[in-house]
């Protein structure tokens, strides 16, 4: 092909919603790597003659140039003007963003071309840094009327490379990097299309997310002025302008993009209420398509997750810096403005009008002076190599009318400047992002509440207990259901006995926490008078009906007698629990009478009594944990039994193996209660009991046979101290007492357990003494001197009982 002036070629018309594009790849030194077809027929040379060439020596487009060159321009247009800056960036690694724009072209020989061309910076491996697409306008003004007259509404380059270019697997393959937004579907449907046709295009469709001026470039008619725009005058009026209806078509399609984009925007915010995520999603929006840099700060309020700012912010009011997005080094900004910072912001600074005004403020450039004041603000880091000569843009976060923060946008000072355009974008941005960012703040506060409710109602419970030792987990359900109504709880009852009980409240929410608080609180007290597991119940029943119709709950209650064995349990309407035998690892879902939830009323409950062996181990359960949408509730429950045998170094471990093999298949919403205990037992030799009359003489009497047991057990070192407690508290029964013998039990486990009971229902209480009163001591000293102690009345009267701790040597070793 002859490499000298280029045959004039017939413009191709467009086919069935294409224009052919000119696709030029130019590598990292500024020259000619590949050069289509279809560059050859709109720029003129041929293949052989462009590779290797500098680019910008073949793109005889105006601005790209320089004035030396016999070119005709079309004036100062910023659109036309962009090529050669943006190709000179783009090469330098200055860039990262996609520029796009209009042309003139115009060779003798030829008629004038009017060109709309692309570039799209490459990264990764290979040897091209650059994308060129470019196409002729005219053809798509005379093939297709604008958007006002019945046409296409985008206009977007749907790029691929012609089969002749090695290498086009490869780029094609990394399409939707290349071309913002653009999905791997729909670049693999235009490069379908395209190579069927031989040769790239440009695609006609309503649908394309591709952008049409990735720059924000709008083409416009100039303005005539000064000498040399007089110049360019005459220029431009020996070639024809470009037709004023198409330069609408671009206006109009570069104005539906910016909605476009904001629509995208606000889809991309807002996958959840997650505060960090929401404010990550924010910061990543607008880079790099509308900015280089993205700087999100935020009011302590909104982080800290509690109620809504008060009053306007002012000089003192602290900004925390919770995200840095950027199209610059890696590193680059991590250690002048680090995320997690917090500072003020003088009235001075545009800053502080932003965020008093509630509007955005526009830095078309930061100038040294202003770049030397807002470094200020950054004690010893100079940040004015990262911002002078930048546009700024500043858009508050508003929701309610209250800020909650702002963004800082900054664009290098190769880009095009932030305008007023740009400034109304900004706002309703930040706008939609304020919404967004209220929700979440909302939600995070609620969240905060609800947690913190939840933690108050569920009860710490102690880990060891005399002759039982406990391990808990409580699983929240979904994200919007954190409080709920299930509970558990261990009580300590006279006899060294112990209550065990989960809950389940009907519903989810504030109102099914609220119920189960008041539910769990009445088991307390009930359980603190001795009651029969089924009597308990039978209580609960009735309170629950008397409080309202809809306090609906299912409850299973254990009460475990460590030094008998045994174990009494009744069930109302709940998930039965299962019992892990000691002796042979076998475990087995006990069959309870089943009774009806919580607050039916008119059925009754059974008391099953059952006899267990030290270290059988009792697993109690909420059905969040064995039941499943879809799935019968057998499935969880024979998961709960084999999960539950399964050898385990320690009882938290043991919790956290049921977990796993329930909670991992997936579909639970519901709340999940699990409580384990394992039944230690108390043997007999350690535990000591005696029978006392009701006779002053018989304190003495406890006092000897107090310290004779303890210095049997070898505890000589607390021996004082427990006669003493004895004394007071044997002294209280027999003056009491009615017509029965008052019982003294003493159990040795982690600690010293004394208790004393009588035939009398009033318990006793702490009173004040004074200097000449000759009772009231007693309960004060056994406050003073034991580590817990505590009253309850039984079904024969009331038990006193205290505990002391004891030397390691002394325990039981459990």
Known sequence: MDSGTPPTLPRQSAVAGRIPLAVIVVDGDGLVSHWSTGARRLFGPAREEAVGRPALDLLPVSGALGEDRSVDTLGELDAYDMFGPALDASLN????????????????????????????????????????????????????????????????????????????????????????????????????QVLELGYPVLEFSRHDRVPVTPDWGVPRRPERRSARGAEQTSAAAAVPAPAPEFAQDLEYAAVRERLEFLNEVSGRIGSSLDLSRTIQEVSAA????????????????????????DGPPDETTLWHRVAVEHVDAPGRWDDVVPVGESMPFPAHTPFFQCMTTGEPVLVPRISEQMGTAIASQFEKRDIRPLINGRSMLLVPLKARNVVLGFMILLRHAERAEFNDM????????????????????MYTYQESVAETLQDSMLPQVTPQMTGCDTATRYLPGTLLGRVGGDWFDSIKLPGSRIALVVGDVMGHGLNSAAMMGQLRTAVQTMAALDLPPAQLLRNLDDLAQRLGEHYLATCLYAVYDPIEGELLLANAGHVPPVLVRAADGRSELLELPTGAPIGVGGVPFETVRLRVEPGDRLVMCTDGLVEVRGEDIGVGLATLCESAAHPAASMDDACDTIIRALNVRGGRKDDVALLMARLNGIAREDVAEWQLDIDAREVARSRRLVVGRLRAWDLEEVAETVELLVSEVVTNAVRHAHSHRVRLRMVRAETLRCEVVDDDHTLPMLLHAGALDEAGRGLRVVSRLAREWGTSRTGEGKTVWFEVPLPRRGRTGR
């Open 93 to 192: 690694g200055l860039t990262s963003y996609p520029t796009a724009g209009r042309a003139a072209l115009s060779d003798p020989g030829r008629p004038r071309v009017d060109v709309l061309w692309w570039a799209y910076p490459l990264v990764g491996p290979g040897s091209g840094r650059l994308l060129v697409l470019a196409a002729d306008a005219a053809q798509l003004h005379a093939g297709h009327p604008g958007p006002g007259r019945g046409g296409v509404e985008r206009i977007a380059p749907g790029f691929a490379l012609h089969t002749e270019f090695q290498g086009a697997e490869e780029l094609a393959g990394r399409l939707p990097e290349i071309l913002p937004s653009m999905s791997v579907g729909e670049s693999s449907r235009i490069v379908s």
């Open 286 to 309: 607008v880079v790099p398509r509308f900015t280089d840099v993205a700087g999100t700060y935020l009011r302590e309020q909104v982080i800290a997750g509690e109620g809504f700012p």
């Open 422 to 441: 740009d400034r109304v974008t900004g706002a309703e941005l930040a706008a939609r992002a304020g919404l967004v960012l209220d929700n979440a703040r």
